[in-house]
């Protein structure tokens, strides 16, 4: 085990540079959701997963089974499922508990993380428990946030209850921004450490062909404003409607709207649209990227987010950000420099950035040069590099604590 490796670096007076590097670390990650799923959570672990093999760190993950067998890896153990109502891309699966307990004795893993409060979180959390495995999580989604949008707030109490219990054992609990550990941290939580958000800027920049995107959606209209990511409720896309039904005239003729995303919103969302709105559909990769890049405004009006990665992906495309002045949203906008914050649910605020924007074209290319700029600075890899310091922090904890 690597914590008896430390523990003749600490008797011997080695230096422990390579350990703290991550060399020969064993991370097992309990996730209830996973790559080729869409969401945050499960790109952020995919993200995360690739830097550990760049960096020979070894690793499994333990998930739900896909729906798609897009992507099959043999550090990737996956149990059958469901989905779960609140949220559909976090799956509720039902782990075979002696299976799970043969694969980690034999794959002994130095440290568990556990991504999610589901049924995977929960068999992550009693492994740790049951085998003594330093335990550290990451909090990425306030579902409490949620509840409002589904008309279930009496479950708020009970909630709190839950997953302040959940996370009570972990040594570090990674949060995505700094509106979240306020949150955490007024509700008791303890241990918390920022786990911010990278962006791939060679995968998104404005450079992409931007004719060619409008030919292919048949735009003709001098603007495009876009919204990106899933159409459900709790992204308060009521709002986003409202805002696009109150532009003045002169500015809406000029407009166009691009909505990619998929969700239980999409039928009702097609039945209300404007003449001037296209949905795409789910979008991915380059296709995704250059809706992104031709965009002249990202408009985003969700107040659950504990991060925002579609915000950070439209900056990386050169493209100011009009948001909600909420969650991890907030820690992201630079307002007036990268794009405006606007109140939660107030389309009179939305509309008004957005004419200022697209009558200020010289504000507007400013922002989006800056916006280029940011995201450039938002490296995963340096990211990545300090969560296997804390990481190595938590490993480190018990050997000194047997050496006293």
Same mark, same amino acid.
């Given at each position: 085990m690597l914590r008896k490796s430390l523990f003749l670096f600490v008797v011997l007076g080695l230096d422990s540079e390579?350990?703290?590097?991550?060399?020969?670390?064993?991370?097992?990650i309990f996730t209830d959701t996973f790559y080729p799923e869409v969401n945050g959570v499960a790109n952020t672990l995919k993200n995360f997963t690739h830097y550990l093999e760049s960096q020979q760190i070894s690793y499994k993950v333990f998930a739900?089974?896909?729906?798609?067998?897009e992507y099959v890896s043999d550090h990737i153990h996956r149990f059958k499922s469901l989905s779960f109502f609140l949220y559909p891309e976090c799956r509720l699966a039902i782990p075979n508990i002696l299976q799970l307990k043969t694969e980690i004795e034999q794959f002994s893993p130095d440290l568990i993380h556990v991504a999610t409060p589901f049924t995977v979180g929960l068999s992550g959390v009693y492994f740790a428990k049951k085998f003594n495995i330093p335990l550290v999580g990451s909090y990425h989604t306030?579902?409490?946030?949620?509840?409002?949008?589904y008309d279930l707030q009496f479950l708020a109490k009970p909630l709190w209850k839950y997953m302040k219990w959940f996370h009570r054992s972990f040594e570090k609990l990674f949060v995505p921004s700094i509106d979240t550990l306020e949150k955490l941290n007024s509700r008791g939580f303890s241990n918390l450490e920022i786990w911010p958000r990278g962006v791939d800027c060679q995968a998104y920049h404005p450079y992409y062909e931007k004719e060619m995107i409008r030919n292919r959606y048949s735009i003709s209209e001098k603007f495009i404003l876009t919204y990106v990511g899933r159409l459900a409720p709790e992204k308060d896309l009521k709002t986003l409607m409202k805002v696009a039904a109150s532009l003045p005239p002169e500015i809406n003729e000029q407009v166009h709207w691009l909505i990619a995303g998929d969700g239980p919103l999409l039928e009702e969302l097609k039945m209300t649209a404007l003449p001037n709105m296209t949905f795409t559909g789910y979008m991915k990769g380059v296709e995704l990227a250059e809706i992104y890049s031709t965009s002249d405004l990202f408009v985003f009006p969700s107040p659950t987010e504990t991060f925002? %990665?579609?915000v950070l992906e439209a900056l990386a495309s050169g493209t100011p950000v009009i948001g909600a002045n909420?969650?991890?949203? /907030? %820690?992201?906008?630079s307002t007036g420099t990268i794009g405006y914050l606007c109140e939660p649910g107030n389309a009179a605020d939305f509309t /008004?950035?957005?004419?200022h924007l697209l009558d200020n074209e010289p504000l507007r290319l400013q922002m989006a040069g800056n916006a280029r700029k940011y995201a450039l600075t938002q490296k995963w890899d340096q990211i990545f590099e300090e969560v296997i310091h804390?990481?190595?922090s938590v490993i480190n904890k018990?050997?000194?604590?047997i050496y006293a």
């Open positions: 390579l350990f703290q590097k991550g060399a020969n670390m064993k991370i097992a739900p089974l896909a729906l798609s067998n306030d579902f409490n946030d949620y509840l409002q949008f925002g %990665n579609v909420a969650g991890g949203v /907030k %820690n992201i906008i /008004k950035s957005i004419h804390q990481y190595s018990p050997a000194k604590k």
